[in-house]
């Protein structure tokens, strides 16, 4: 897995699909939310050839949650393809040892 920062590195432009749109809306998220994840993220990976994956955990009252950032860096700009937050975090997270 490479370093999370190598992967924000990579973005210079982002946009947001029609999609993603669609689905934060659909979904209650926010664009600050999910371009702090897009920019910060605490975890980031491919989850295929030229898509991301890039996540982090955040708290919502006294409930812990974990907003996945899906996006195509594979073109530029960089495509923001969906986003949803999840409260499985044991299921997505990756443990680094």
């Known amino acids: 897995m ?3 920062e190598d992967f924000s590195k ?3 432009d982002l946009i947001f699909t029609n ?3 669609f689905e934060m809306r659909r979904r ?3 664009r600050k939310d999910v371009m702090r994840i ?3 993220p ?3 990976f491919e989850v295929r050839p030229g898509r991301m994956v890039f996540q ?3 708290q919502e009252g006294d409930k812990e949650f974990l907003l996945r950032v899906f ?3 594979d073109r530029n700009p960089a495509e923001i393809v969906t986003a949803y937050k999840t409260s499985k975090i044991n299921k997505y997270w990756r443990n680094t040892t």
């Open 19 to 21: 999609h993603a749109i």
């Open 28 to 30: 209650g998220l926010n």
């Open 38 to 40: 897009a920019s910060r």
């Open 71 to 73: 996006i195509d860096v």
């Open 56 to 58: 982090s955990k955040m």
């Open 10 to 12: 990579k973005i210079q």
């Open 2 to 4: 490479e370093d999370r």
């Open 42 to 44: 605490q975890q980031a």
